[in-house]
């Protein structure tokens, strides 16, 4: 997936694209938005500001996954796990503006189709939502394919996997997933042409030397994937960062149920990196930064790392507090 921080000089330099819209164009617009599942805030940075400076707005869910941001449309969608549903809230340039500190909801889908959120993707008026599975849920892993419209979301198919989901990344027709509680992740081709119920992987594989993944995005233009490892969730010093290179040839010389080996990548770890439980990430194609979303060290941590040339144990080049944070979500166009 997508909040901010730091110093002035640091945040002109900074950012931007989206999980799914990698630009390497002059940008006109570059914004950070974040979400929590603690704070019911969300944040918006606009990167290209002279001062930049991070605006956080109240929204009417205390715990927000899956945060993206349309500058067109100024609304933003979160996946809300404390109303089980999608939610859109427009406004925020003008609140921005105004100086207000609230979003209003303009849309939602209905209450209650999922439950246990934990990530979006978005595509144009598309938006997939991963269902976690719990007890309250019955145990079951949903991928659910919305369509935005005028008056709110429409649920158009509703399918099932045989594992534990938490991060996905849309990739033209095609979508990857992690499985959680595993080092592996997913490829369903032509994702949108399934008939809902069970669905079938097109190919699954491991990623050597990653113990739980959660984060994952890809960038076509630099043809690079990255993904987080949160290893034990209650450990504050064993996360990392994955990126694979040359990933499309890659994976695609991978055999299904084989494994990318430790060669195949460039790997951060260690005490200086600060990842304890690093939830989602976003990459910006154009800048060349990677911004994790820490949820365990101090409660919560927005970190942004330089592209890795080489493995190694390698301190972000900012840190800033944001409690609770779930999500994070680049924007450059």
């Not at 900074?14 to 805030?41: H, I, Q, Y």
């Not at 991963?130 to 079951?140: C, H, K, P, V």
């Not at 008939?195 to 097109?202: L, V």
């Amino acid at each position: 997936m997508k909040n901010l921080f730091i110093s002035s000089a640091f945040l002109i330099l900074l950012f931007a694209s989206c999980d799914n819209n990698d630009s390497d164009s002059t940008p006109a617009e570059a914004s950070l938005v974040t979400s929590s599942n603690t704070s019911g805030k969300i944040t918006y940075l606009d990167l290209l500001a002279t001062t930049p400076m991070v605006k956080s707005f109240t929204v009417g869910s205390i715990d927000a996954e899956g945060i993206s941001y349309n500058s067109e449309t100024d609304a933003v969608i979160v996946a809300s796990r404390t109303n089980n549903r999608l939610e859109t809230y427009t406004g925020l340039k003008t609140a921005l503006t105004a100086g207000t500190d609230n979003l209003m909801l303009s849309l939602s889908s209905l209450t209650g189709e999922f439950t246990n959120a934990r990530v979006t993707a978005v595509s144009g008026d598309i938006v997939v939502v991963t269902q976690d599975q719990l007890a309250s849920n019955g145990l079951i892993n949903k991928l659910l394919i919305y369509k935005k419209t005028t008056t709110g979301f429409s649920l158009l198919k509703t399918f099932t996997t045989d594992f534990k989901l938490w991060g996905i990344h849309m990739v033209g027709a095609d979508l990857y997933a992690v499985a959680d509680l595993t080092g592996d992740i997913v490829l369903f081709k032509d994702f949108m042409t399934n008939a809902s119920g069970n669905i079938a992987a097109t190919k699954r594989v491991t990623i050597a030397g990653l113990v739980r993944t959660h984060g994952i995005t890809y960038s076509a233009s630099d043809d690079v994937m990255i993904l987080t490892d949160v290893a034990s969730a209650t450990s504050a010093t064993d996360g990392g960062l994955i990126v694979i290179k040359n990933f499309a040839s890659i994976f695609a010389s991978t055999e299904a149920a084989g494994t990318i080996a430790l060669t195949n990548q460039v790997r951060v770890y260690g005490p200086n990196s600060l990842l304890g439980n690093p939830v989602d990430v976003a990459y910006d194609s154009a800048t060349k930064y990677i911004y994790v979303a820490e949820r365990l060290n101090a409660g919560g941590q927005v970190l942004t790392y330089s592209y890795p040339t080489a493995s190694g144990d390698f301190a972000p080049i900012n840190v800033r507090a944001e409690a609770g944070v779930t999500s994070v979500f680049v924007l450059r166009k």
